[in-house]
């Protein structure tokens, strides 16, 4: 079997599978009462990132399986690249996974009293505990986690753990309008796909032709996929580079993220977009 068979295959099995889910799980948000206002004041069922979940696990018991059996992509002749190949997939799924959870726990018993980073650290050292500050302080542990398995000093730890942490808080902070989050990450999964090289080039989709099979029901505002879906996609970006990429394109993100950050602290991503005729364009197409 090639390379781009196999890539087909699980593109294939990620795209059917949570398209024909997005049923079941819509109707068991409903039924369960897990609705929420959105920006038009429309109650729809919050939480819609669950339906990611399903293919992430399917494909990865099919990719460790292949992994296995030894098919191409990893050394039969090498017994420690296998180890270190199944390590960084082990990783890559235990990360979303993680967020998986924190994203679901703040959707569902979220205080929305409390936004951004700052807000919910300046509550964390008022004694208060949101759930947005849980979640911040969890990804950024996850991704400790991480990166001290895949670096290889103490500054590539650190840089690490920075990208892995304010890549899992970069989709919340696009997740406001229809489609906007899910349009952002497409524009930066898909050439991350194209230029990872190596073992890491199919991790990628585990998770993307899902986010492709649930991008209209997000569009048309049918479902927020909200922090169970966010904090997910998020992730499996910061991890992407991490393992990925050298130090200078690591580091490049790193900046780009935090300069993000600080501008969505002091302004409205919104306002800015709704001020931009071209970006403005891009936001609403499709909605």
């Known amino acids: 079997m090639s390379q781009y068979i196999f890539h087909a295959i699980l593109f294939a099995l990620g795209f059917l599978g949570t398209y024909f889910m ?27 990132g669950i339906v990611f979940l399903p293919m992430i696990i399917i494909n990865s018991i099919i990719l460790g399986f292949v992994t296995l059996n030894n098919i191409w992509f990893v050394s039969s002749s090498n017994y420690n690249l296998n180890i270190v190949w199944l390590l960084c997939l082990a990783l890559y799924i235990f990360s979303m996974m993680a967020m998986f959870f924190a994203g679901a726990l703040d959707d569902l ?16 050292f008022k004694g208060e505990l949101t759930t947005g500050g849980f979640k911040a302080l969890f990804g950024g542990f996850v991704g400790l986690v991480v ?22 808080n970069l989709m919340n902070l696009f997740d406001l309008r229809p489609g906007r989050a899910i349009k952002v990450y497409l524009v930066i999964m898909i050439p991350i796909y194209i ?3 190596g073992y890491t080039k199919v991790f990628p989709l585990l998770i993307l032709p899902n986010v492709l ?19 997910v996609l998020g992730i499996s970006i910061g991890v992407l580079m991490a393992l990925g990429y050298g130090i200078k394109v690591r580091l490049a993100w790193l900046v780009f993220l935090i300069l993000m950050h600080l501008i969505t602290e002091k302004f409205s991503l919104t306002k800015i977009i709704e001020k931009n005729r071209v970006l403005k364009f891009i936001d609403n197409l499709g909605r």
């Open 213 to 231: 099979a649930y991008f209209n029901t997000d569009l048309k505002a049918r479902g927020m996929m909200g922090d169970t879906g966010s904090n």
């Open 147 to 168: 990166s001290v398995c895949i670096s290889s000093s103490i500054v590539d730890i650190i840089v690490n753990t920075l990208i892995i942490a304010l890549s899992t």
């Open 22 to 48: 997005i049923p079941l799980f819509k109707s068991m948000l409903v039924n369960g009462n897990v609705i929420r206002p959105n920006y038009k004041n429309e109650m729809i069922p919050v939480g819609m």
């Open 195 to 197: 230029t990872l090289t």
């Open 109 to 124: 018993i979220g205080n929305r009293n409390v936004s951004g980073l700052k807000g919910h650290f300046k509550s964390l």
